[in-house]
C-alpha cells in the first residue's frame, strides 16, 4: 500500500481545516487567550506551531530546504481570524507543493539516513509524512481541549 500525495493532503487539509473551524468558533477576542493558565496554549499558537511543523518536517528535513522556523516564537505570536486563514491557506500551498516533491523523488535530504519516526527503522518519505499528518491530528485535539476550556468559563 501506498501514501500517494493525494490522500496525504487531504488528511493535512482536514487538520487544518478542522483547526480553523476551532478557532472560528472562538472568534477573534478569544482566539488568542491562553487557557486554564499563562502555561497553556492559545488555539493562534498551535495553528501556528502546526503551519512550522508541516514546513520544518516536510520541507527541511524531508526536502533539505533551508528554515528560518522560530519554534519559540509560534507558541506567543497572536494572529486574529483573517490572519490565521491566510496563514494556514499559504502552509497548505506549501504542503501541497512539497508532498508532490516528495513523491517525485524531491531533493535529497541530509536527514534522510538519521531519521525514523514510526516504530523500527522506517526512514521512507511516507514515514516522514504520516509524522507530520500524526503532528497535526495530536494538535487539533489540543485546540478543541483549549477551546472547550475557555468557553467553559
Known amino acids: 500500500?501506498?501514501?500517494?500525495?493525494?490522500?496525504a493532503s487531504a488528511y493535512v487539509h482536514l487538520a487544518f481545516d478542522n483547526m480553523l473551524a476551532v478557532a472560528d468558533r472562538l472568534g477573534d477576542d478569544k482566539v488568542?487567550?491562553?487557557?486554564?493558565?499563562?502555561?497553556?496554549?492559545?488555539?493562534?499558537?498551535?495553528?501556528?506551531?502546526?503551519?512550522?511543523?508541516?514546513?520544518?518536517?516536510?520541507?527541511?528535513?524531508?526536502?533539505?530546504?533551508?528554515?528560518?522556523?522560530?519554534r519559540d516564537a509560534e507558541f506567543s505570536t497572536r494572529a486574529t481570524l483573517v490572519e490565521?486563514?491566510?496563514?494556514?491557506a499559504i502552509a497548505l500551498d506549501q504542503v501541497d507543493a512539497d508532498l508532490i516533491a516528495l513523491d517525485a523523488g524531491g531533493a535529497e535530504s541530509p536527514f534522510t539516513e538519521g531519521r525514523a519516526f514510526l516504530?523500527?527503522?522506517d526512514r521512507s518519505d511516507a514515514s516522514l509524512v504520516l509524522h507530520v499528518i500524526e503532528e497535526l491530528y495530536q494538535h487539533l485535539g489540543h485546540c478543541e481541549i483549549a477551546a472547550d476550556a475557555i468557553l467553559a468559563s
Not at 43 to 69: D, K, P, T
Not at 84 to 88: A, D, P, S
Open 119 to 121: 516504530t523500527g527503522d
Open 1 to 7: 500500500m501506498e501514501l500517494t500525495p493525494t490522500t
Open 84 to 88: 490565521l486563514h491566510g496563514i494556514v
Open 32 to 70: 488568542n487567550e491562553r487557557p486554564i493558565s499563562p502555561q497553556t496554549n492559545a488555539v493562534a499558537s498551535l495553528i501556528l506551531h502546526c503551519c512550522g511543523v508541516a514546513e520544518f518536517w516536510l520541507g527541511h528535513v524531508g526536502l533539505g530546504r533551508e528554515s528560518q522556523r522560530d
